[in-house]
């Protein structure tokens, strides 16, 4: 039997941080939940997960949601209310590219895409130049979405710090799509609530990196949350007896988050054998991802890569020669060191000139 179809093999995916299984004691987790109506703003379990990640962030009030599309369309559709109007956002956002369309048909609003130069994180001279004033024929500026993490790179806090100063000056709401943002966290040490310090609203994730089964959380002011709590009720996003996954979400912040470095640490051990192998890397690795293009090295990661690491129970995304590998707190150093081989194993296979080169230099 192949390697790939055995039933009891242990198996590895790296297209997202959101396929993390559930784990047993998760589970126990659950059972322990209380069971009431969070719609009704009942549930015990729901409310401690909103008050520890309000406290965590330092706003008012949190939200839980069902995911992070939910959290994000419900914070910029309660910054969005009377249209013509605009959403200004670095071009390779998730609230543009990824959210089909959801600031367009739920809020009414354009969106304005700017292209960071340093092709790692927007500035404030660049989302400056990207404003849209007020006039008869415009749809004006009236929020600025950023993203941290972005493709796993985190963007600097005083630029953040910067971007929301210009905003506020010209009063411009703030949103933040931090759905890795407990990455950045970790990664920096910067607390929480100094990122929050910067926004009105924020959406975190917590079935990415975090690892819980199911959700998202939207923080912001009372106002905002209670205006983001029936904006999810018009949405059809209420949900019922939701205290199971707020108490293993909670669990999953104290007990996950903390690994965050580890994760790390193991993605950057990855990226430099890659580099060494001539391997090119699309951005910058600084969390948990490696965004990496296999075109100048020869080979192909949906016809050749991607096959090949299935056969050890691996499974990368991309096209092409593009690939996101995403690493977890289910990934170990046995599933890198066996990528790795393979990366090794499928360059010697096709003879490229780098990998040869490699070789010489080594012997």
């Not at 205290?243 to 690994?259: D, M, R, W, Y």
């Not at 890569?305 to 129970?313: D, E, R, S, T, Y």
Request: proline share 4%; glycine share 8%.
């Amino acid at each position: 039997m192949a390697a790939n179809e055995d039933p009891n093999a242990r198996w590895y995916d790296l297209r997202s941080d959101t396929v993390t299984a559930p784990t047993d004691e998760m589970f126990e987790v659950m059972k322990k939940a209380t069971r009431n109506d969070s719609v009704f703003e009942e549930d015990a379990s729901v409310h401690a997960l909103e008050r520890h990640v309000a406290d965590l962030c330092g706003h008012e009030a949190a939200l839980f949601c069902s995911s992070g599309t939910a959290s994000n369309q419900f914070g910029i559709f309660g910054h969005l209310a009377h249209p013509p109007h605009s959403v200004v956002c670095d071009s390779r956002s998730h609230v543009y590219l990824w959210e089909a369309g959801g600031i367009a048909f739920h809020s009414r609003a354009t969106v304005s895409p700017v292209i960071a130069r340093n092709g790692i994180h927007v500035t404030a001279s660049e989302i400056e130049g990207n404003l849209i004033e007020a006039d008869l024929h415009t749809a004006p500026t009236r929020l600025v979405s950023l993203e941290n993490t972005l493709s796993g790179m985190v963007m600097p806090l005083a630029e953040m710090q910067a971007i929301s100063a210009l905003a506020r000056d010209r009063g411009l709401a703030m949103h933040l799509d931090g759905a890795r943002l407990w990455n950045a966290h970790m990664a920096t040490g910067v607390p929480l609530h100094e990122y929050g310090k910067c926004f009105d609203t924020m959406s975190l994730c917590l079935s990415k990196g975090v690892g819980a089964p199911i959700g998202s959380i939207l923080v912001g002011s009372r106002d905002a949350i209670n205006r983001a709590r029936h904006v999810r009720k018009l949405f059809g996003g209420g949900w019922r007896q939701a205290g199971s996954l707020a108490a293993v979400a909670k669990h999953c912040i104290e007990t996950i988050v903390p690994t965050m470095p580890e994760t790390h640490k193991l993605t950057r051990h990855l990226a430099d054998h890659l580099v060494d192998m001539g391997i090119d890397l699309q951005y910058p690795c600084h969390t948990n991802m490696v965004l990496i293009d296999t075109a100048r090295a020869g080979i192909s990661v949906q016809d050749q890569l991607a096959p090949a690491l299935l056969a050890k129970n691996i499974k990368i995304g991309g096209m092409g020669t593009k690939s996101r590998i995403v690493l977890h707190h289910q990934i170990d150093r046995q599933c890198v060191d066996t990528m790795i081989s393979v990366f090794r194993d499928v360059l010697a296979a096709h003879n490229t000139n780098k990998y040869q080169e490699q070789l010489a230099a080594e012997a």
